[in-house]
Every structure is written in C-alpha cells, then in structure tokens.
C-alpha cells in the first residue's frame, strides 16, 4: 500500500487498484481503478473538489436518472393530470435511453446525442416535453448536490418548433366556421365550443370540463377545472395554472347563441358536461381536431390549427385595448410573458394606430392665424 498527503491506494488481490478517502460527511469512500496512476489522479480530484468546495458525495452521483424520476413522480405538488403526462413521457422516451444511468455520468454530449436521435422518431411537441422533463430531473441532482451543472444545455430544445408561426383568425373566419359547424347534424352541438374557444379564449380541456352549473348570469363561464385523456382515461384536475380559476365574460352575442346551445343540447342536470359528445361524454381532443379541420378544408381557410381558436380569442381580445394583465386574467396566465406571447395586432389595427398618430402630427404642424408674427419689418 502507498500512503500519500491526501487518502490512499492500495492494491487488491485481483491486481487492480483500490483508492480510498475519508470525505468531509465522515465517511470513507472508495474506487477501484485498473492503474494506480488512475486511482491516484481520481484521489487529487476529490482533493481538489474539497479545497474548491465544489464536493459532493460519491454514492450521490451513483443515483441513476430513473432513481429521480421515481422521486420527481412522488412529489406532492404534482396535479394527477401531470403526475400521469410526466409518467407516459418518461415511459415512451426516457426510460431506455436514461433510466440505469448514473446522474453523474449524464454530459451534455449524451444528452446532445440522445435529442438528435430521438428527434428522429419522435414528434416536436413530445420531444419538447420529454426534454423539459429531463432536464427539471436533472436540476433536482444539482440541488442534491449529486452533479455540479445541469448537463441539459440545448438551446431551444425545450420549445417545440412549429411547421409554421401561429396565427389567429379573423373574427368573420371564427364565425364562417361555426356555421360550417352547425349545417352539419352530426356537428352542430360543436358550434358553440368553437364560439367560447374563439371569442372567450379558454383551453380546450378548460371548455370541454365545462359543466351546466359553470355557466353563470351575465354571459359569464366559470372556469375550475380541466379534463384531459391520458393512458386510456379520462383524468379531471385543476386548470393548468393556480391563475387558470377565473371567471371569463363572452360578448353578449356569443353568450345569446350559447344559451340557444344550452336548450337544444345540455341535459337539464347541473352536473350536465356542456360540450358533450352525443353520448354525454367527454370529447377528445383527436375527435375534436378532425371536425375542426373538416370545417376549416369546407370554408376554404387557409391553413389552420384547432389551437390558433385560444390565440384568436387573446388576440381579438388584445386588438380591444385590453391591457397585459387583463388578459392574463382572461387567459389564465400566471405571468406577463406568457400573455405577450398571444398579444400581437392585427394588420387592420396597425393601420388604425397609423391613422391615428396622422392626426396627431397634424395637430402639431398646423399654426394658428392669430400665431403670425405681424410685426413690420
């Protein structure tokens, strides 16, 4: 055995090299290596991490990622709703490629290399997520202490990149396709949620959770909960954010037409979901997507996501003169930023704002007759 300032090494029976310490935590910790260079290089790191104060226990960094997800799954604060989404992410495209390897063994070049794989196979939206989720893991090991640094580091990797930018619908487009809606038997009880969604800017599953009792006096929706289907089932919780439970005015036209919906469609119960299928159960949001594509190709609209019904809603809502946190409030969004992603003018209102810095300047530039120097020269 050699004895040196800092920990030893000694050899084992099978020939390798075992190095050892005793850690700050009063533990010793040990490694074998195939060289005694190597034992020895390993110990001056664990010297140099202590004067740096940047060590961390050896048996921390043992942890696996899948070690973590069982614990980050575990967690209290966690809604079902998310509990479920987090555990089918982790399933379907973390778990093979992360599950039984050490935390610390985690560097961006793995995680690099695992993004442009996965990529390949997996849609934007799921790859964002599975990479979010990854790396709110990983920064639980940096808080333990069992890695120095998040390794995920992909700029932009945690957005899923659109096939095109968003754009929201005109509030005649909204209207076209709602008709479309409601000439079709078989859609007509679906002409109502397209006008909450358009013109009262609510989560899909935030309308589809929406029961008789949650529409109120005055054109208003109460807004406390949310459904989603995950894993074969339907899942109820709480609406995506604590600023999700509000209350959202519809125009008064909107609200007439949802109470014509409310007599033809919605059972007399309270607890009656108000855009139900015609089964009285929940809608999916698959179903949903084809019937609003269906009637988007009907019109002749231009290209068109179901999703850009929630942007038209803050959109038109925004080109009213609603400030940032009116419609956060309207919304249901817990932070500026994420209302200034939907507050963008339309074309018309630029205009409008030209038109009226034109008279503002006109104002400025014309002078009266009784300001003329009339003084002889």
């Not at 790191?45 to 614990?71: F, I």
Request: charged content about 25%; some cysteine; proline content about 5%.
């Amino acid at each position: 055995m050699t004895k040196r300032t800092f920990g030893t090494v000694d050899e084992l029976p099978s020939g390798r090299f075992r190095a050892r310490y005793r850690g700050p935590d009063g533990r010793r910790h040990a490694k074998v290596f195939s060289t005694k260079a190597d034992a020895w290089a390993w110990l001056a790191t664990q010297q140099t991490d202590l004067l740096r104060k940047t060590w961390r226990a050896p048996t921390a960094s043992r942890r696996t990622v899948g070690d973590y997800a069982e614990d980050y799954f575990a967690r209290n604060d966690l809604r079902e709703s998310t509990r479920v989404l987090y555990a089918g992410l982790w399933r379907h495209h973390l778990a093979h490629a992360w599950g039984d390897v050490p935390v610390d063994e985690v560097t961006p070049a793995a995680v690099r290399s695992w993004h442009a794989k996965a990529g390949r196979t997996t849609g934007p939206t799921a790859l964002a997520q599975a990479y979010r989720l990854l790396r709110a893991m990983l920064n639980v090991a940096v808080a333990d202490e069992a890695i120095a640094s998040n390794p995920c580091r992909l700029r932009g990797a945690g957005t899923p990149k659109a096939s095109r930018p968003s754009r929201a619908l005109t509030a005649a487009e909204a209207l076209q396709l709602a008709e479309q809606l409601r000439k079709d038997r078989r859609t007509e009880r679906y002409y109502a949620l397209l006008l909450v969604l358009a013109f009262g800017g609510l989560r899909f599953g935030e309308a589809t959770a929406l029961r008789r009792s949650d529409v109120l006096l005055g054109g208003r929706l109460r807004v406390e909960r949310s459904v989603r289907r995950v894993g074969g089932r339907w899942v109820i919780g709480e609406p995506k954010t604590d600023a999700g439970h509000r209350t959202v005015t519809l125009p008064a036209a909107i609200a007439a037409l949802l109470e014509e919906h409310l007599k033809s469609h919605v059972p007399a119960s309270p607890e009656s979901l108000l855009f139900a299928t015609s089964s009285g159960g929940y809608l999916a949001r698959s179903n949903w997507n084809a019937t609003f594509r269906r009637a988007a190709n009907a019109v002749g609209l231009p290209a068109v996501r179901p999703h850009e019904l929630r942007h038209t809603g803050a959109t038109l809502a925004a080109a009213t003169g609603a400030t940032t946190k009116e419609l956060m409030r309207r919304l249901g969004h817990s932070s500026p930023a994420a209302a200034l992603l939907y507050q963008h003018a339309a074309d018309d209102r630029d205009a409008d704002i030209a038109r009226a810095l034109d008279a503002m300047l006109g104002g400025l530039t014309e002078t009266p007759d009784d300001n003329v120097d009339e003084r002889p020269k």
